[in-house]
């Protein structure tokens, strides 16, 4: 059974700084995984998209690496800004049955 | 990007009663459709998932009497939350895939408080 885990749990940084946000999953047989962001009370926002076959994807800010053979992906924002203060959500696919992380609750301090 | 939508956005109803949750793929045919619930500050746990003119299979512990899913098209699959008590009171999030192995797309979720 797919496990996921999400570190850190919750993060307060300045805005301005680059921060890395982790996720690791136990199973690697995996078709894709994205990464989301869910704002208080809302539904997912989709950011990024990895096949199992590529490493990394950059939109805008936004950069996340995937290594499939050791279970782990990261997020990557640069210059971090108010706006990005949301819960982030790994979510890996595994058979087309995706299995979300706790998510990590950001707070980009103004 | 593909639009799934979902209908209503939030609603309210009394313990013992159903109601039905609406997720429509807008502009693509969704072979395969997935219900989440997500309670208060836990995560998105998948309920059941759907494949056109199948039965849905249900996660462990999601009781599928209760739980009612039809998919009768390739653009809209239906949850019934039947005999509804409090405790069913959560997020409800669909999502739809087009292909196996591709990109699932997520709806706005429905917020269901049962009173």
């Known amino acids: 059974k797919q496990e996921v885990t999400q570190i850190p749990a919750a993060l307060s940084v300045p805005e301005g700084e680059n921060l890395v946000l982790n996720c690791s999953f136990t199973?690697?047989?995996?078709?894709?995984l994205q990464w989301f962001r869910q704002d208080p009370g809302k539904g997912l926002t989709s950011l990024l998209l990895i096949q199992s076959s590529q490493r990394e994807q950059t939109s805008g800010r936004l950069n996340a690496s995937l290594d499939k053979s050791s279970g782990r992906s990261t997020l990557y924002i640069a210059a971090s800004q108010p706006g990005d203060s949301a819960t982030y959500l790994c979510a890996p696919n595994r058979d087309d049955k995706i299995i979300f992380g706790k998510g990590t609750r950001l707070h980009i301090l103004p | 990007g593909a639009v799934v939508s979902q209908h209503p956005s939030w609603v309210i109803c009394k313990s013992g009663t159903s109601v039905k949750i609406e997720c429509r793929s807008l502009?693509?045919?969704?072979?395969?459709m997935f219900w989440y619930r997500q309670f208060p500050k836990q995560s998105l746990m998948l309920m059941a998932t759907s494949n056109e003119g199948s039965k849905a299979t249900y996660e462990q512990g999601v009781e599928k009497d209760k739980f009612l899913i039809n998919h009768a098209s390739l653009t809209l699959s239906t949850l019934t939350v039947t005999s509804a008590h409090p405790e069913d009171s959560s997020f409800y999030i669909c999502s739809a895939s087009g292909q196996s192995g591709y990109e699932q797309y997520f709806g706005p979720g429905t917020r269901l408080t049962v009173t």
């Open positions: 502009d693509f045919q969704a072979t395969t």
């Open positions: 199973d690697s047989a995996i078709y894709n």
